[in-house]
């Protein structure tokens, strides 16, 4: 079942938590909404539950506005970040919860509850847990029985806030895996919160990034993460060297140097703002024709590739610069702290400075 | 467009819970409620406050001021003022140390302890008198020596005192103990690692942490001083003009059918107990602002 | 560090308790003091029932607690309070609730009047509560007078005066649990298809009651025990609305402490019970809720 929110506005007060925000989120796909904190997805994926309710604009449900529906009506399954399970009740008890509610027209012969519980609890693998309390489980097991709940009733779609916010990081990685497979067999429409860039781009088939209650970038991850739209999502994304300079036909002057880039739509004389990514930054000798002038602080060199840490000179003084490099290209270049180099960008990609909406 | 119930301008109305649409209830609900629990307020605590303050000036203010300056009236709240005096720092001191001990320390039977320091409020007042008659009183363990030695405890003020110091045992204690559990042993630990004394941690580290609870244990436990019946009732004797304290007064005065002057005597005693939830209101705001913030 | 410290000093050898190692001085003389003032304020004189109960003969003690008066007060003592526990339980549910889940002109002011009957001195409340209810009263006119059902100087009065001071302990034990009530529960029943009321039977009701019945078992203690807004209001006549701490005050009158201290005696054991039972309530409360005591 799809879903489509149009032009939703909400406020708290004076702070303006979501701004004309219109999307759809088409059937069967598992999306993520991913921003910083107060950014508003959870507001957001809050109202197209129903728990709240937007100031203006609409929530259409597979094609039917269900903007005045109570929460209880949506047929919508909700994954609390904390999980909100009842203490009071079993596992079993509290993944029966759904189905007993139903009015008595609706509801099912204890014998078929059974059943259904003992299939979703063997869907998330803790068939063996149906007797136990909620304080008697891992916070993994938690999640997955908030999950379990939550299919009961048989949603239309899936929202899951911040799912795996209260985990640690082991567990985490392992219940991604695990939801991704999850969807793959069930594939019912879901919508999942995350402040997680690594987690969005990892689980999700559709990443929204979400800046200040506006929606910034839609797209796949191949998508956001290759062609990010705006400086904030570039940076949101992932570690950035940033650059400020003057375009020059097919180059980029910073400084006093000039470099190559591929931002062929600017201007010549545009005043932009160049980002590169830590892989895509080589380090060559002070000597060399080209690059932009820069001292090396520190050299780490754990791991398959090497980082190194770097000092702007001259017209880039003062900024702060990461590189990544495989490790034998650090050893032949025998880089040391202190050491004066060049940096040279292998692919640089321009904003136009007064796009700068993002703060970096 | 769609919704009907938010404020224009996104202004914030109602508790969190009217503000959510999964835990509110339909609006006659809602007052049928607050009217039912409102009618029952009304009933049992409202009326009865409302009703000291008319009778007390039923017969007119002359009638009232002329019993306020009785000179009984007078020896009476001098006795309730100095009991108050006596028992509530015996029993703010008592309660910051059993605090300390039970909250800054692991020792075992502390579960024990917390219960006996509460025992005085699950005994019935009537028989915290009795239990000091059944001490000091003539026919009491050490009531013969007390007679030798001419020290007069029962039916004089020191039973008073000793009565009222046990019907406010817990109250200090009982704020203190979850405040500073609260807090933690941290601050303390790190005050003395810096140097401090044992003496200079309380006084700059500890104090100002629990000082609103402090001051919350130290109200309530002044007000029941102030106002304590059945237990001293039961040890004062209830001579006139020397063992009198404020209720006892009242109910002397009610039951010689003297009505005007005993709500006239209870309207400061109720003045008293509003004081004392005005200020009890105040210090809950304040520390709660001190959660937040 | 300090770990390290505390397992190379042999502090647990040396005093053969489980005392854990702390930086943090006055335990020695905090817990003295606590236990010394303990001992004298409230145990020492608290045995002293025990031991002077133990003069009686067990047919002695005997018939001074099941002769016909003192068995009736018990009745109108237990039956009352019982009554009025219940009646609180409702009532103050429902205070609760409106005061933490509504916004309402005057709520503030509502909230800090509930704690009245703890500040109100009780005389002042008995004779007040006599006064509306008496036949010449404000009410006592109008349901004496017309309708013909006699509130003061009888039983119904005591069950009015037991109402009044037991307000405040549902209300007061119900109100944090409610306000500390994850909203995200209800959500959750919400977002499952609860009903409004369903969420309220299978979601709220099972963590409040807990709580609930603490309150409950609170007002019972307290109203079981309650001498001063009882006295006036319920004209002491015996066989019909004599409450039993006024027997132990009767009996104490006529010289007889031997007689009185063995209804104390009683007494005092029901209360025992009584706070374990709300000990063990607590602890419920806390499982239910998360929530450390």
């Known amino acids: 079942m799809g879903i489509r929110v149009e032009n939703i506005q909400k406020r708290f007060g004076d702070f303006v938590a979501l701004d004309e925000v219109t999307l759809d989120f088409p059937s069967g796909e598992l999306v993520a909404l991913l921003g910083p904190s107060g950014c508003g997805k959870t507001t957001l994926l809050r109202i197209i539950a129903g728990l709240e309710r937007a100031d203006a604009g609409s929530v259409v449900l597979d094609g039917e506005d269900a903007s005045g529906a109570h929460v209880r009506e949506r047929q919508v399954g909700f994954v609390f970040q904390h999980y909100a399970l009842f203490k009071h009740m079993t596992v079993f008890d509290n993944v029966a919860f759904g189905l007993r509610m139903k009015p008595r027209g609706e509801r099912r012969s204890k014998e078929e509850i059974r059943h259904r519980v003992h299939e979703l609890l063997k869907l998330v693998q803790l068939d063996w847990l149906a007797e136990r309390f909620p304080s008697q489980l891992s916070g993994g097991q938690r999640q997955r029985i908030a999950l379990a709940r939550a299919l009961a009733v048989e949603p239309r779609v899936l929202l899951l806030d911040e799912p795996f916010g209260a985990l640690d990081a082991k567990v985490r990685k392992e219940l991604r895996r695990w939801l991704r497979r999850l969807h793959d067999e069930l594939h019912i429409t879901s919508i999942f919160v995350t402040h997680d860039q690594e987690e969005a781009l990892e689980v999700a088939d559709r990443v929204v990034l979400m800046d200040r209650g506006r929606v910034e970038q839609v797209g796949s991850p191949e998508e956001v993460y290759r062609t990010p739209r705006t400086p904030f999502v570039y940076s949101f994304l992932g570690s950035v060297n940033q650059f400020h300079g003057r375009v020059e036909a097919s180059r980029l002057v910073v400084g006093d140097e000039a470099v190559p880039h591929d931002g062929e739509e600017f201007e010549h004389g545009a005043e932009v703002h160049a980002f590169a990514r830590p892989h895509e930054l080589d380090i060559v000798a002070a000597s060399a024709a080209e690059g932009i002038p820069a001292r090396v602080i520190r050299v780490l060199t754990f791991g398959i590739s090497a980082r190194v840490e770097l000092e702007g000179l001259n017209g880039a003084a003062g900024q702060h610069f990461e590189a990544e490099l495989p490790r034998e290209r650090v050893e032949q270049l025998g880089l040391v702290a202190g050491q004066a180099v060049k940096v040279v960008p292998s692919r640089l990609k321009l904003f136009e400075r007064q796009v700068t909406g993002a703060t970096l | 467009m769609s919704d009907v119930l938010a404020a224009p301008g996104g202004v914030l109305y109602g508790t969190r819970f009217e503000r959510n649409a999964a835990t509110r209830e339909s609006a006659w609900f809602k007052w049928v409620a607050i009217t039912v629990a409102l009618a029952f307020f009304a009933l049992f605590l409202l009326l009865p406050l409302v009703t000291v303050f008319v009778e007390a000036f039923r017969k007119g203010i002359d009638t009232y001021l002329t019993a306020l300056s009785e000179p009984e009236a007078w020896s009476a709240i001098r006795l309730t003022l100095l009991t108050a005096a006596i028992a509530v720092p015996a029993n703010l001191i008592f309660g910051v140390a059993a605090a300390w001990c039970i909250t800054k320390f692991e020792f075992p039977g502390k579960q024990l302890l917390i219960t006996f320091i509460d025992l005085p409020f699950s005994v019935s007042p009537v028989i915290a008198g009795l239990i000091y008659v059944l001490l000091f009183g003539a026919q009491g363990w050490l009531g013969p020596w007390l007679a030798e030695h001419d020290i007069k405890i029962i039916f004089a003020v020191p039973g008073i005192v000793l009565a009222t110091i046990f019907v406010t045992f817990p109250f200090i204690a009982r704020e203190l103990i979850p405040v500073m559990q609260a807090q933690g042993r941290e601050e303390e630990e790190a005050a003395i690692v810096l140097g401090a004394s044992g003496w200079q941690t309380f006084w700059h580290v500890t104090l100002p942490n629990i000082k609103w609870g402090l001051l919350y244990g130290v109200i309530l436990c002044n007000a029941r001083a102030m106002g304590e019946f059945g237990a001293v009732s039961v040890v004062s004797g209830h001579i006139r003009g020397q063992t009198n304290t404020m209720p006892l007064h009242v109910e002397i005065l009610y039951n010689e059918y003297n009505f005007a002057a005993a709500f006239a005597v209870a309207s400061l005693l109720a003045l008293l107990a509003l004081v004392t939830l005005a200020i009890k209101s105040w210090v809950e705001r304040k520390a709660a602002l001190r959660h937040i913030g | ?293």
């Open chain 3, 1 to 293: 560090m300090s770990s390290t410290l505390a397992s190379a000093l042999p502090v647990g050898a040396r005093s053969g308790r489980q005392r854990r190692f702390s930086v943090i001085p006055g335990f020695g003389l905090t817990l003295g003091y606590t236990l010394l003032y303990l001992s004298l304020i409230v145990l020492i004189p608290l045995s002293a029932v025990f031991f002077k109960a133990t003069e009686l003969s067990w047919p002695e003690f005997w018939r001074a607690v099941s002769s016909p008066r003192v068995v009736a007060s018990y009745q109108l003592s237990f039956g009352a309070s019982l009554l009025a526990a219940g009646i609180n339980a409702v009532f103050g549910l429902l205070l609760a609730w409106v005061l933490v889940r509504y916004s309402f002109p005057g709520k503030r002011i509502v909230d800090a009047l509930i704690d009245l009957p703890f500040a109100l001195p009780t005389a002042v409340a008995g004779i007040a509560l006599t006064a509306i209810y008496a036949r010449n009263g404000w009410l006592g006119q109008f349901i004496e007078g017309e309708l013909g059902f006699r509130i003061a100087f009888a039983p119904p009065g005591v069950l009015i005066a037991l109402i009044f001071i037991g307000v405040p302990f549902v209300v007061r034990t119900v109100q944090p649990v409610l306000e500390e009530l994850d909203m995200e529960l209800e959500e959750a029943a919400a977002s499952l298809g609860a009903r409004r009321w369903q969420t309220f039977r299978y979601v709220i009701a099972p963590v409040l009651l807990p709580a609930l019945l603490t309150g409950f078992t609170l007002a019972f203690a307290r109203a079981v025990g309650e001498y001063g807004s009882v006295i006036f209001i319920a004209g002491n006549i015996p066989m019909v609305s004599e409450i039993t701490p006024l027997m132990i005050i009767t009996r104490l009158e006529q010289f007889d402490y031997a007689g009185a201290t063995a209804i104390a005696a009683v007494m005092l054991v029901i209360s025992f019970v009584m706070l374990l039972v709300i000990n063990g309530l607590q602890a419920w409360t806390a499982k239910r809720t998360g929530r450390t005591i």
